[in-house]
């Protein structure tokens, strides 16, 4: 902010190719730009039971990774899709005391050596062809009702359940102007680059691996800087390096 940045709180709806650079319409307004950086994140699903929201970061929980160290020696859950559920249930089993893992399917599907790891782990419970109906506790989530392919209801005592059912990007306003992988990621390179020229990315919605807090602020520097330096070519400049190296005797040093 002491360099003149300006903070606009406002949602893009639209970004398109003008004639020098971009016009990028917003709920409330519009702005021009020469270069975009897009750093819009990824929102997980629900599973869409009806006091779901009650109990958030209170015993439902929508990342594994994130969130699994809480419930050391504690009675876990995971329901959810794929390679996800199947991580989920494995990375809780090292910490939890007991871990259910419930599947729709009969049995379990996806990568082989997760599905090997999880059929040896004797603090995995695998629940078949059942699903989640409820979910009810006090202040904190202290039970899930699960309801099996014949209608009958069980009632479980767990500490938490992790939701894994994948996420959603919202990129409908760009998506003519990036290339977007199969997963809905925008694909990108070094420097946070896109296919666009101009258009430059970072975080979430991108196709880096590791989600995590302290990968998408690096990732959003490198995506800055990258942008300015095309500013900076756009005007002739030289822009800053990538990579800095000093020669001292014979001896070379990146930093
Ligand atoms: C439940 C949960 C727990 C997590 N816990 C951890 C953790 O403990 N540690 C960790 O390292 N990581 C954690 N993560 C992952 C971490 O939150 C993400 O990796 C990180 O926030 C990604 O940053 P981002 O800038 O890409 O996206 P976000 O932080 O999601 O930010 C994107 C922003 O862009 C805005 N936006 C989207 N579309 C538009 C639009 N069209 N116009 C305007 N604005 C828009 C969104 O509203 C949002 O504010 C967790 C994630 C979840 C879902």
Redesign the pocket.
């Known amino acids: 902010l002491s360099f003149k940045g300006e903070i606009v709180y406002?949602?893009?709806?639209k970004i398109d190719e003008s004639e020098d650079g971009f016009k990028i319409k917003?709920t409330r307004s519009e702005y021009a730009a020469k270069s975009v950086v897009l750093?819009?994140?990824?929102?997980?699903n629900m599973l869409g039971l009806e006091n779901e929201s009650d109990y958030?970061?209170k015993g439902i929980?929508?990342?594994t990774?994130?969130?699994a160290p809480f419930y050391q020696g504690r009675v876990t859950a995971s329901v959810g899709v794929g390679n996800y559920l199947l991580e989920s249930g494995l990375l809780l089993s090292r910490m939890a005391s007991k871990m259910y893992l419930i599947l729709r399917g009969g049995k379990l599907a996806g990568d082989k050596d997760l599905v090997a790891a999880i059929e040896n782990n004797k603090n995995i419970e695998i629940v078949t062809q059942s699903s989640v109906k409820a979910i009810s506790g006090n202040s904190v989530l202290q039970q899930i009702t699960i309801v099996d392919s014949s209608g009958a209801e069980k009632v479980l005592d767990v500490d938490a359940l992790f939701i894994e059912m994948g996420?959603k990007i919202?990129l409908d306003?760009v998506k003519h102007l990036v290339k977007i992988n199969t997963k809905g990621e925008i694909e990108i390179e070094s420097g946070g680059m896109t296919s666009h020229p101009a258009i430059f990315a970072?975080?979430?919605?991108?196709t880096i691996p590791y989600?995590?807090?302290?990968?998408?602020?690096g990732?959003?520097s490198n995506a800055g800087l990258s942008a300015f330096n095309y500013l900076e070519k756009l005007k002739g400049k030289p822009g800053v390096r990538a990579d800095w190296k000093k020669q001292i005797g014979g001896q070379v040093f990146h930093y």
């Open positions: 406002d949602t893009i709806e917003t750093a819009p994140g990824k929102v997980p958030f970061n929980h929508y990342c990774k994130c969130d996420s919202n306003y970072a975080g979430d919605a991108t989600k995590q807090i302290i990968v998408a602020c990732d959003g």
